[in-house]
């Protein structure tokens, strides 16, 4: 059974279509990565996804459940997480409490503080600084384990490199990495296409709100995917239709 | 020795305004609502209690485990009929709605009560006489000294449960951001309509306090308003020992007025309001910088 099933799945933001009759579905233990130019809808189609933005049209199945209409804080509860764009943290709180605050999904298991400050290791200094006051890498470290917390079975990750240094972006990854190997179900928004390609199992581009290109990473040329991220080959596939 | 009681009163009356700013000042911080219905609701708890006291003989300190309570529900329903819709619309929503809501509750005690002045003292038997004497010219009124001390357990127990509690953490994560709290598993319209309530308990316990301590009548809200607004102003909006600073100037500073003229009570506690403010503009960061450190060291 899929873990995620999106069917047709339309979103607006008032007039502005973001994600328009988008499908696909997730297996469990799977690494996808979603590319796409700005714009192309992928923040928002994670967002609905999450249930922090309420779908316009469209089903969203996780575990075989309809969570289309479910708020987004049920949706955490179910397993679903989302570490947001820009991180949004609670700048005023410190690192741990913002990691405490995810308790309040109930779901306990192997994610801890200890085990996050474990994984994230330039965390343990910080602990009780105020978020607001943490490096780039740091905040991004505490947004993933935040998510984290709430011990989730899919795990999405919106352009967690943004606004960091190449040497912090490595850290991330290497931190991801363990988590990669574990096993854990996640969605990956990079624009680093060859990091993109090398984490991920699959790849999703999204073009104008729309899927242009999906397939397995170890299939797919670089050129492909660049040419789906562009809509270089639109023309093309339209006259082919 | 007139001026040291005078400090030591307008103290003790600072109690009763940090008790009365306690919710306005808290719901400000917590949800970003300024609620103009405020002294209504207060004076409501104060009919409420005049009530259970009036025609079934209860207590006034008993009627509070009825009132408070009621209070709490009353904040619950506030929030989720009124203030989560017209928060949606923007800050200025809120304040037109609870303004109404204000005018509203304010004419339907009318309609109940009538236009006569009310007290709880009758009800507390000497309680509100009562005082201890540390001099000749000093006494501590023993209803003032009870007032103060539930401001300071309450604003100081509103901080512990604040930072100490995981409700407490989820009311402040709320309150940055709304948004991003559902998306680690917090329900944002629960924490809020939970805030609204601990908001509106807060309340009834001031209008307890305006009841014992003085009069009121349907209209005496306002008034009420004035005084837990300028409180929570002065002691820097939306921070809770602040309000308790913000009360105690503002207590002192009628005081110390009335000394002056006895015209002066009002006009001094406004006018060290409008002083604050505009210093606040004025030199923002030194005054905000200066306040901070206060409040670190209280």
Redesign the interface.
């Known amino acids: 059974m899929n873990l995620l099933a999106v069917d047709a799945l339309d979103v607006r933001h008032g007039l502005l279509q973001a994600v328009r009759a988008v499908s696909f579905n997730i297996e469990r233990g799977e690494t996808i990565a979603l590319v796409g130019a700005n714009g192309a809808g992928k923040t928002t189609l994670l967002r609905a996804i999450?249930?922090?933005h309420a779908a316009t049209g469209g089903r969203v199945s996780f575990n075989g459940a309809d969570v289309t209409h479910m708020?987004?804080?049920s949706r955490?509860?179910q397993g679903i997480?989302?570490v947001?764009e820009g991180r949004?943290l609670?700048?005023?709180?410190s690192v741990e409490?913002n990691l405490?605050?995810?308790?309040?999904?109930?779901?306990p298991g192997a994610w801890t503080i200890d085990a996050v400050m474990e994984a994230f290791p330039n965390l343990k200094a910080r602990r009780n600084a105020r978020a607001g006051t943490l490096s780039g890498g740091e905040q991004q470290a505490t947004a993933i384990g935040?998510?984290l917390?709430?011990n989730p079975e899919l795990l999405m990750l919106d352009e967690v490199s943004l606004g960091l240094s190449p040497l912090a972006v490595d850290r991330v990854y290497a931190s991801l990495q363990t988590l990669l190997n574990s096993g854990t179900t996640i969605v990956l928004v990079e624009q680093d296409l060859t990091r993109a390609l090398r984490v991920a199992g699959r790849v999703i581009c999204m073009l104008e709100g729309r899927i242009a290109l999906e397939g397995k990473a170890a299939d797919l040329t670089r050129e492909q995917v660049t040419q789906a991220y562009f809509g270089l080959n639109k023309t093309g596939a339209g006259a082919a239709a | 020795m007139i001026w040291v009681n005078q400090i030591i009163q307008g103290v003790l009356l600072g109690g009763y305004y940090a008790l009365i700013a306690c919710g306005l000042s808290f719901m400000f911080s917590v949800m970003g609502i300024i609620n103009i219905a405020h002294g209504s609701f207060a004076i409501l708890a104060a009919f409420g209690l005049f009530l259970l006291a009036d025609q079934w003989g209860v207590s006034p300190f008993l009627g509070l485990i009825i009132v408070v309570p009621a209070m709490a529900a009353i904040g619950w329903a506030l929030q989720r009929a009124v203030l989560e819709r017209s928060s949606r619309a923007g800050i200025l929503v809120p304040i037109l709605s609870t303004f109404g809501l204000s005018i509203v509750i304010d004419n339907l005690l009318f309609e109940f009560f009538g236009a006569d002045t009310r007290s709880l003292a009758p009800y507390i038997g000497s309680f509100s006489y009562d005082s201890w004497s540390l001099s000749d010219d000093i006494e501590i009124g023993q209803l003032s000294a009870l007032i103060f001390a539930t401001a300071v357990i309450l604003l100081g127990g509103l901080q512990l449960f604040l930072s100490r509690t995981?409700l407490g953490?989820?009311i402040?994560?709320t309150a940055?951001?709304a948004?991003?709290?559902?998306?680690?598993?917090?329900?944002?319209r629960l924490v809020n309509a939970t805030a609204a309530a601990i908001a509106m308990a807060t309340v009834g316990l001031a209008g307890a306090a305006l009841a014992m301590r003085a009069t009121f009548d349907p209209y005496a809200g306002a008034p009420q308003l004035i005084f837990a607004f300028e409180a929570a102003v002065i002691g820097g909006a939306g921070s809770l020992w602040g309000t308790l600073i913000g009360g105690i100037v503002l207590g002192v500073a009628q005081n110390i007025g009335a000394q002056i003229n006895p015209q002066g009570f009002f006009i001094a506690g406004h006018g060290i309001f409008l002083v604050i403010l505009f210093a606040r503009l004025f030199w923002g960061g030194a005054g905000a910088a200066f306040l901070n450190s206060l409040r670190r060291s209280a």
């Open positions: 999450a249930g922090a708020p987004a804080h955490v509860a997480a989302l947001p949004r609670f700048a005023k709180m409490e405490m605050l995810a308790r309040a999904a109930g779901r935040r998510a917390m709430t | 995981e953490r989820a402040r994560a940055e951001d948004d991003t709290v559902g998306l680690i598993g917090v329900n944002a």
